[in-house]
């Protein structure tokens, strides 16, 4: 008989749930698929949300939550579904999550173990050679005070940092959507979003800052690749419309954030 998981997840659990997946949200669906949610079910989730897949993606882990999906609700179940989905940049994030909980992953069928390798017989190397790598070695490691602007924005970072500045031990959290989601049009457009693309956003959103503001980095994440959705890029941007302070507070969260 099956050993019952202790580790179960309840409906208490959705926002930390949600926001570890959230990268993902576009492929909503297929997540829903992967914990078994029926198409029926998907179809009206859908209905309910439509243009929405971020609160498509909530229906469905709310769902799941609360028993009427799938396997049993736990981080494990969750890391095998965002896994099972379609490989590269989502087996990344379900070993990343993984990593963080404790799960183990089933192999994927990609990973073949590599092959045995043979003793070679290797000469010491000279002690030019020696000398030549510690010299290497020794060299001084870039700055990574900046590091964390290096790196790109997600809509999870977005919803949610948590950080600690030094000198403190309280955790402080900064939900960035909602810190400038009145400024979201200002700062779609300075993104390069025209005014008729953000038009098209708020009345699919219901005119809500908070939703048309995360559609609109959500394209503009999509639409110009890695290189150019870094923090420094969207940092730049605030501070160009006069959000300097909240660019400020920002880049701080980045900088102290507690994984």
Excluded at 68 to 80: D, F, I, S, V
Excluded at 219 to 224: L, S, T, Y
Excluded at 233 to 239: G, V
Aim: charged share 25%; with cysteine.
């Amino acid at each position: 008989m099956a050993v019952e998981d202790p580790n179960i997840l309840t409906e208490d659990d959705l926002f930390d749930i949600y926001k570890e997946v959230l990268d993902v949200a576009a492929e909503w669906r297929n997540v829903g698929l992967a914990l078994r949610v029926r198409n029926p079910e998907l179809d009206v989730i859908e209905k309910s949300y439509p243009l929405s897949p971020r609160d498509c993606l909530r229906a469905v882990l709310a769902g799941w939550l609360k028993g009427r999906n799938g396997p049993q609700p736990t981080w494990g179940a969750l890391c095998e579904a965002v896994a099972e989905r379609a490989g590269g940049n989502d087996r990344v994030l379900a070993e990343e999550m993984a990593r963080k909980h404790g799960v183990t992953l089933k192999a994927s069928q990609s990973q073949k173990p590599e092959p045995s390798k043979s003793k070679v017989h290797l000469e010491p190397p000279s002690t030019s050679t020696n000398v030549n790598n510690l010299a290497q070695s020794q060299k001084p490691e870039p700055s990574k005070s900046k590091v964390h602007l290096e790196q790109v924005v997600t809509l999870r970072d977005l919803l949610c940092i948590k950080y600690k500045l030094p000198g403190t031990t309280d955790i402080q959290t900064l939900r960035v959507e909602r810190s400038i989601s009145s400024h979201w049009e200002t700062l779609a457009q300075q993104l390069g979003i025209d005014h008729g693309e953000c038009a098209s956003i708020a009345m699919a959103k219901l005119q809500d800052p908070v939703r048309c503001l995360s559609e609109a980095i959500s394209r503009w994440i999509n639409r110009n690749g890695r290189k150019n959705t870094t923090w420094n890029h969207f940092l730049t941007a605030m501070i160009d419309i006069d959000l300097k302070d909240q660019a400020d507070t920002l880049e701080k969260a980045l900088q102290y954030r507690v994984l």
